[in-house]
C-alpha cells in the first residue's frame, strides 16, 4: 500500500512578484518566466514513482494557471479549494513589505510580532489563517490515505504549514525561501505529516 504523501507547490513567477509587491487575495498574472517553471515542474512530476492520484489548487488565478498547467502533463483535472489561498494581507496587499514598514508602522509591527490574535486591516490575523491551513492538511491526511496528493498553493500557506508541521514559532524568522513552483514534500506517518523533501523533486 502507497504511503499518504502531500506535495505543497508554490504557484509560478507573477508580474507582482517580479515588482516585489504583496499580492494577498489580488492577483497578477503569471509571467514568461513562471508559465514556462511550470510546464518545467509538470514534465518533471510526470516521472514521479507511484505518480500523483489528485490535483487540488488555490482558486486564485495565479495558482489556479499554475496548477492546470502541471495537471496537463498529468492528464489530471484541478480541484479548486479556497483553503489554499494565500493569507489576506488586507490594507499590505499591492506593496513592498518596505513600503508597507516605512507607511503602516504600527500595522507592521503588530503583523510581525508575536500576537496570532492581530487582524491587519481589511485582512486575516494569523490565528484565522492557522486553521485554514491546519484544516486542509488534517482534509488530506483524512480523505486521501494512501494517495499522493499535490496542491498548488502560494508562499505564505508553505510558510505556515512548515511552522505547523515542523512547530517553529510565527513570529520568529524561518530560514527558508520558498521560490516560486518550489516544491515541498512531506509523508504521513502514524498520523502525523513529516518533512520529506524540499525546494525540489
Keep these: 500500500m502507497h504511503e499518504t504523501r502531500l506535495y505543497l507547490v508554490r504557484h509560478g513567477e507573477t508580474e507582482w512578484n517580479r515588482e516585489d509587491k504583496m499580492q494577498g487575495v489580488k492577483d497578477s498574472p503569471l509571467t514568461d518566466k513562471g508559465v514556462e517553471h511550470a510546464r518545467l515542474l509538470g514534465s518533471r512530476l510526470k516521472g514521479l514513482t507511484g505518480g500523483i ?7 486564485l488565478g495565479r495558482a489556479f494557471d499554475t496548477a492546470v498547467l502541471i495537471g496537463g502533463y498529468l492528464s489530471l483535472s484541478v480541484n479548486r479549494d479556497e483553503r489554499l489561498r494565500e493569507r489576506n494581507m488586507g490594507i499590505f496587499e499591492g506593496y513592498s513589505w518596505d513600503y508597507v514598514r516605512e507607511n503602516f508602522p504600527q500595522e507592521f ?24 491551513v491546519r484544516s486542509f492538511l488534517d482534509f488530506a491526511s483524512r480523505e486521501h490515505e494512501g494517495d499522493r496528493v499535490l496542491a498548488v498553493t502560494h508562499r505564505g ?27 515541498a514534500g512531506f509523508t504521513l506517518h502514524k498520523g502525523r505529516w513529516m518533512l520529506e523533501r524540499f525546494g525540489d523533486l
Design 53 to 59: 492520484d489528485k490535483i487540488y489548487s488555490s482558486d
Design 109 to 132: 509591527k503588530k503583523t510581525v510580532s508575536d500576537d496570532n490574535s492581530y487582524r491587519i486591516p481589511e485582512g486575516e490575523s494569523k490565528n484565522e489563517y492557522i486553521e485554514k
Design 157 to 183: 500557506f508553505i510558510n505556515f504549514a512548515l511552522r505547523i508541521i515542523l512547530s517553529v514559532p510565527f513570529h520568529e524568522r524561518m530560514g527558508i525561501i520558498v521560490q516560486n513552483t518550489s516544491l
